[in-house]
């Protein structure tokens, strides 16, 4: 699966949208974009995924470049709860569950959301 | 969405006994789990795939004889560390896939003295 490549930290301002961007140049084309977030001493928890198109969920939109080069995930309204460690993860397609890609975490963008 | 559990959430062992962590999907089936490791202040370090029916496939670098995976029902995976060590004190999640979601349990921690 391709890798990617993120910011190490960012801040943000509660009540500001919070725009995390992912690079992943070398993703192909059965791979998606997925999204997970690592609260402090918790497991990983999903966001949102995508392939080509944007998404947006209640908990968040994903906005891919068009050669899907690279990814920006939006957090619209940032609470102090949203304060986490955010993974950008390349996956590859499979038909059934068992044959999905691996989910591989790189070093992720550690976002501190302030008062 | 889905719910993955583990057992136990934390645990203290001395050097050189055995440790089993269990992972359960709640509301679903999983043929396949994975099993991660992760240090403090580093990212999840995926270790092995767990196979019901089958063997576990293993990570490069991850010793199987040390690291007992046991996956006896489509809802349950196990984790075994044998003759922990200190070295082997980390956090453990598991995660299992459901249609094109996969999801994570809370975590074990494990810390030997």
């Known amino acids: 699966d391709a890798k990617t490549t993120q910011p190490t930290s960012m801040d943000c301002a509660e009540g500001r949208a919070a725009n995390l961007p992912c690079n992943h140049s070398t993703i192909s084309g059965n791979e998606y974009v997925y999204w997970y977030r690592q609260i402090h001493s918790q497991g990983p928890q999903y966001i949102i995924h995508g392939l080509k198109n944007n998404e947006t969920n209640e908990m968040a939109s994903l906005i891919i470049t068009e050669d899907r080069k690279s990814s920006t995930l939006i957090l619209p309204h940032a609470t102090l709860r949203d304060t986490a460690v955010y993974y950008c993860i390349v996956r590859s397609f499979g038909m059934t569950t068992d044959s999905w890609g691996k989910l591989q975490f790189g070093a992720g963008t550690q976002v501190v959301v302030t008062p | 969405g889905a719910v993955v559990s583990q057992h136990p959430s934390w645990v203290i062992c001395k050097s050189g006994t055995s440790v089993k962590i269990e992972c359960r999907s709640l509301d679903f089936q999983a043929t396949t789990m994975f099993w991660y490791r992760q240090f403090p202040k580093q990212s999840l370090m995926l270790m092995a795939t767990?196979?019901?029916?089958?063997?576990?496939?293993?990570e490069q670098g991850v010793e199987k004889d040390k690291f007992l995976i046991n996956h006896a029902s489509l809802t349950l995976s196990t984790l075994t560390v044998t003759s922990a060590h200190p070295e082997d004190s980390s956090f453990y999640i598991c995660?299992?896939?459901?249609?094109?979601?996969?999801?994570f349990g809370p975590g074990t921690r494990l810390t030997v003295l």
């Open positions: 767990s196979n019901e029916g089958s063997k576990a496939t293993y």
């Open positions: 995660s299992a896939p459901h249609y094109n979601e996969q999801f």
